[in-house]
Each structure stands twice: as structure tokens, then as C-alpha cells.
T-cell receptor, first 113, second 117 residues
Framework: DGGITQSPKYLFRKEGQNVTLSCEQN?????MYWYRQDPGQGLRLIYY???????QKGDIAEGYSVSREKKESFPLTVTSAQKNPTAFYLC????????????FGPGTRLLVL | KQEVTQIPAALSVPEGENLVLNCSFT??????LQWFRQDPGKGLTSLLL?????REQTSGRLNASLDKSSGRSTLYIAASQPGDSATYLC????????????????FGKGTHLIIQP
């Protein structure tokens, strides 16, 4: 089945700890995205990548980092500099013409201990 | 900066009714507009994608319209069912004058829809 997988489903972070959220897609899409969703809010863009080894900051990149070493994978690291990390994190992918649907993964919920 | 607003924030209607969800955006320079459905604690499911050159798209009981010049879109749901209960999100992809077309979407806060059996 083609799609996007995210792991883990739930993640707990201790103070001062960096944690990494996984996102893998087998849709052969060049573009991948990370969004953050807070309760009662729409999604906000953290980072996006149009191609391997390239990525761009979105609207709320501070306290986050990403890498894109493979086309299929776009992991997101929530660093200790992110002071309010509790949220629902969604990964998406699409083609790069600007006119395709974005497909979303099931999400990872990050909680702070 | 692009802003997307969805009205109403919440809606509860009896089963069988036809209903309209509204979305407005401030910058008409968009590639497309997309409507998504989100169930509690889940990811997003794409419902309809309308390109900037199109006026509407239909899928089953769903019909979405786009008036790019006025910055408005509506999602029409016919003969609503309890299974339609979810949060509906509207999102736009902005045109860019440099770089590729893989920029992210700008989302509204959603309409929380409850269909009463």
C-alpha cells in the first residue's frame, strides 16, 4: 500500500531532551512537509523539502531541525530550544508542480513530562 | 501574509440536512485550494482539490466552489450522515514567483461538524 507512515504514535519528552519524529513515504514524492497542530488551531508549517539534501524553513521553524538524506524519509528533531513542544505533528508529501494534493500521515502526538 | 478564515467554527445539524461550510482567504494569488477532513486524533484526508483556474469540484455528496477574485470557497455537503461528523479544514497553496511549487499550505482553523442521528 502506498502512503505515509509516522512513528511513534505517541512520544514523551523530558526537559532539555532532543527527540526525533520519523516520517517515511513510498509515494515517490519529491516534496515533503512537517506541520504542527495545536488544539483548536489549523496546521502551521515547520519545514519543507523539495528535493533530497535541500529544505526550507516554514513559519515556525525555531526550535526544530530536519534532514533529507533520502527521498523517502524526512525526520524532524524537536530540540531543547523548543519551549512549548506539546502538539500534534503531521508529515505530508506531494509532487512539486504546485498543483497536486498533499497527502498526510497519521501524526505523532508529543507530550512533555 | 496569507490568512485563511473558516466560518462557522462549529456546526451541529440533524441527519439528512444539506449544509455549507465557508472559507475565505486574504491573498487571491493562489495555485489551488484544498478541503480536508480530520477525525479526532487522526491525520488529514483530502476531500477535494480546486485549481485556481477552476470554479468547482465534485465528489459524491461533496461539492466545493472557488471564487478566487473574492477570496472565497464553500464546501457543500448534501444529505448529511452521522459518518460525516469530523473537523473540516480549508487550505490554500500560494503562488510563488521564485523557487519551485512545493511550498506548504496555509490552513484555516477548521469547522467542527456534528451530524445528529
Amino acid at each position: 500500500d502506498g502512503g505515509i507512515t509516522q512513528s511513534p504514535k505517541y512520544l514523551f519528552r523530558k526537559e532539555g531532551q532532543n527527540v526525533t519524529l520519523s516520517c517515511e513515504q513510498n509515494l515517490n514524492h519529491d516534496a515533503m512537509y512537517w506541520y504542527r497542530q495545536d488544539p483548536g488551531q489549523g496546521l502551521r508549517l515547520i519545514y519543507y523539502s523539495q528535493i533530497v539534501n535541500d529544505f526550507q524553513k516554514g513559519d515556525i521553524a525555531e526550535g526544530y531541525s530536519v534532514s533529507r538524506e533520502k527521498k523517502e524519509s524526512f525526520p524532524l528533531t524537536v530540540t531543547s530550544a523548543q519551549k512549548n513542544p506539546t502538539a500534534f505533528y503531521l508529515c505530508a508529501s506531494s509532487g512539486t508542480s504546485g498543483r497536486e494534493t498533499q497527502y498526510f500521515g497519521p501524526g505523532t502526538r508529543l507530550l512533555v513530562l | 501574509k496569507q490568512e485563511v478564515t473558516q466560518i462557522p467554527a462549529a456546526l451541529s445539524v440533524p441527519e439528512g440536512e444539506n449544509l455549507v461550510l465557508n472559507c475565505s482567504f486574504t491573498d487571491s494569488a493562489i495555485y489551488n485550494l484544498q478541503w480536508f477532513r480530520q477525525d479526532p486524533g487522526k491525520g488529514l484526508t483530502s476531500l477535494l482539490l480546486i485549481q485556481s483556474s477552476q470554479r468547482e469540484q465534485t465528489s459524491g455528496r461533496l461539492n466545493a466552489s472557488l471564487d478566487k477574485s473574492s477570496g472565497r470557497s464553500t464546501l457543500y455537503i448534501a444529505a448529511s450522515q452521522p459518518g460525516d461528523s469530523a473537523t473540516y479544514l480549508c487550505a490554500v497553496k500560494a503562488e510563488r514567483y521564485s523557487g519551485g511549487g512545493a511550498d506548504g499550505l496555509t490552513f484555516g482553523k477548521g469547522t467542527h461538524l456534528i451530524i445528529q442521528p
